[in-house]
């Protein structure tokens, strides 16, 4: 019994771990994100009468922009998968072999008012229920926000995508 707390409590500590990269990383890549952004719009604003020297600080700033946010996305989708994989071995633990043996069932409302039942002594397994898709509880409730920290840097790829095309589209045939 006092190993599979262990391993329980191990799993959890793994899975904060991945949280916390998880969290410096974005905030990390968004701050450069928004570094670059910053110097996109300092670049148009001086450079405009210049176009062949904004073009290169503009495609420049891209390429960077796009290996920054591919990297980004890369290193947020390992450290997101290495989390899920974490609480999923804590819920086949908890499901399995429970570290706390009995239950202790008690309402959570959610702030969609949503009532969930979950058993207090496995908290792997209530948060499997909370995010549910098949689970009684509004989308906004089952929404993953592991996967909406990975729109961020796909959106960056995107824009910078789109901030080449404008640029070289500009430069190719207004000059």
């Not at 968004?30 to 001086?46: E, M, R, W």
Request: net charge negative; with cysteine.
């Amino acid at each position: 019994m006092e190993d599979r707390r262990w391993l329980h409590d191990k799993y959890e500590r793994l899975a904060a771990e991945e949280s916390g990269l998880a969290s410096s990383r974005t905030s990390y890549y968004a701050a450069i994100g928004t570094v670059l952004i910053t110097g996109l719009v300092v670049a148009v604003a001086d450079l405009l009468g210049q176009p062949r020297i904004l073009v290169l600080i503009v495609t420049f700033l891209a390429l960077l922009g796009i290996q920054i946010s591919i990297v980004w996305v890369v290193l947020l989708h390992r450290t997101n998968d290495a989390k899920n994989l974490w609480r999923e071995a804590a819920c086949h633990l908890e499901r399995d072999y429970p570290p706390l043996e009995g239950s202790w069932t008690a309402p959570i409302t959610l702030r969609s008012a949503e009532v969930l039942q979950v058993n207090l002594l496995h908290p792997f397994l209530a948060h499997d229920a909370r995010f549910s898709k098949t689970g009684p509880v509004s989308w906004m409730d089952r929404t993953n926000p592991d996967l909406l920290t990975e729109i961020l840097p796909l959106t960056f790829i995107t824009l910078w995508i789109s901030v080449l095309i404008v640029i070289w589209a500009w430069f190719l045939f207004f000059h």
